[in-house]
């Protein structure tokens, strides 16, 4: 097991330079880092090869690992849940940036979370969720990058057979 931290535990306005020093200082083997609409220390939609040539020049100097890249911005996306195209179309922009993200800087994983859409209801939006998912199978496997579905508190999983119903119907090891 490695000691890691996730970038948004520092002040958003540290530089990646600073947040990965200041994860050394302090022990850390890992650090998670995000993609996020801003911050210093957070890859953006609009990073690029320049960005990823920095982190992985960071992860270098510092010996500090990046072993996933999380997202919080799937909560005002609308995610991958809502019968909405233009939601579900800003998640799955969202996905594909984590995979680029990940994928540049050699991380292992990605951190996508999954949500209920209210006016799509629950039903409708575990089948909107599926559908997504199922439909970036290749994607995800030419980036290298594994895909990690968080379980958080906002009631998409209510059981560990809701997961386990999820990830057999989107038949994607």
Partial sequence: MKKSINAWSFDNNLT???TFAMAKKHGFECIELNLDAEGA???????DEKTFETV???IKKYGVEVKSVSCGLYWSSG?????NLEKRGEALALIRKQLECASA???ETILVVTCIDEETGY????????EVFRSLKDEIAASGVEVGIENVWNKFFLSPHDAQYVLEKIDNP
């Fill in 41 to 47: 220390h957070s890859f953006t939609m609009e990073s």
């Fill in 105 to 107: 800087i050699g991380a």
């Fill in 123 to 130: 039903k409708k939006s575990f089948e909107n969720t599926i």
């Fill in 16 to 18: 990646f330079e600073e």
């Fill in 79 to 83: 995610a991958f849940a809502s019968d």
């Fill in 56 to 58: 992985r020049a960071l």
